[in-house]
Nanobody
């Protein structure tokens, strides 16, 4: 079955950096689009960035521009989210999502498979 395992979260000081990883298994990675979302208590999931493992195309949401970068390593069936200049309001649970699609999307309902998420806390 499809599995998405997210890692790399933790506690970081404001202004610091983290790189999240999402390791995929159970499907042909190159046929999928994958994305990063985040969620804080009481709020809907916020789209950050998406990437097509098929052609490398990306789509970056407003919350992910400038400070966040998405990338994919097809040989490892893994996508990454590099986060720089982190702020306290970046504190959230970060999720990896995937689906068999031809185009990237920022819409949550375009993704059928979700990882468990990893906690990122930005605090002094």
């Amino acid at each position: 079955q499809v599995q998405l395992v997210v890692s790399g979260g933790g506690l970081v000081q404001p202004g610091g950096s983290l790189r999240l990883s999402c390791a995929a298994s159970g499907f042909t990675f190159s046929n999928f689009v994958l994305a990063w979302f985040r969620q804080t208590p009481g709020k809907e999931r916020d789209f950050l960035a998406a990437i097509s493992a098929r052609n490398g195309g990306t789509y970056i949401g407003d919350s992910g521009r400038d400070r966040f970068t998405i990338s994919a390593d097809n040989a490892k069936s893994t996508i990454y989210l590099q986060m720089n200049h982190l702020k306290p309001d970046d504190t959230a649970v970060y999720y990896c999502a995937a689906n068999e699609r031809n185009q990237v999307s920022g819409m949550e309902n375009r993704y059928d498979y979700w990882g468990q998420g990893t906690q990122v806390t930005v605090s002094s």
